[in-house]
């Protein structure tokens, strides 16, 4: 575990926008979509810190250098009748990892979700991602097999819009 004096969870700051791009493609490169990571430092610091705001993200610190960071947007059940977060991208810089900041970052966002009023947090994983998967299954957090994310992104993403014009 991180020692309290050590690890810092805050709010992203606009001055960290090239370190939340540079986690960015670092998690592409690990997942092997280098080649999708298109976002810009002026993307970012217009999604996080733009109006209106589309995303948020937090930073985790050791001893004042980025050790990670959890980049999340907000959703809305209709079941629960409430807010909640989808938690897109998750990065631990690889000296850091094992220590415990993942969980802190999950807290973290947690509490701010509850504090919200919100219901649910929720994320993706790769299948392959075996230290990833065990992490959250070690924090309760529920696999849902029974459902299968869809996408639509490019070329088909445009040729629906088409039809709405």
């Given at each position: 575990m991180p020692s309290a004096g050590l690890l810092v969870i805050r709010q992203a700051l606009p001055a960290d926008v090239p370190t939340i791009a540079r986690f960015v493609r670092a998690l592409a490169e690990f997942e092997n979509l280098a080649h999708e990571a298109v976002g810009t430092e002026a993307d970012f610091h217009a999604a996080i810190f733009g109006a209106p705001q589309r995303a948020g993200c937090l930073i985790a610190e050791v001893a004042g250098a980025p050790a990670g960071?959890?980049?999340?947007?907000?959703?809305?059940?209709?079941?629960?009748?409430?807010?909640?977060?989808?938690?897109?991208?998750?990065?631990i810089e690889p000296e850091y990892r094992r220590r415990g900041i993942a969980r802190a970052l999950f807290a973290r966002l947690a509490a701010d979700t509850l504090a919200e009023g919100g219901g649910r947090l929720a994320w993706n994983v790769l299948d392959w991602n075996q230290p990833a998967i065990a992490t959250y299954d070690a924090m309760g957090a529920q696999a849902l097999k029974e459902w299968i994310t869809r996408r639509l992104s490019g070329e088909a993403l445009r040729s629906l819009a088409v039809e709405a014009t």
């Open positions: 960071m959890a980049l999340y947007h907000w959703t809305f059940s209709t079941f629960l009748a409430k807010p909640g977060r989808w938690l897109e991208d998750l990065w």
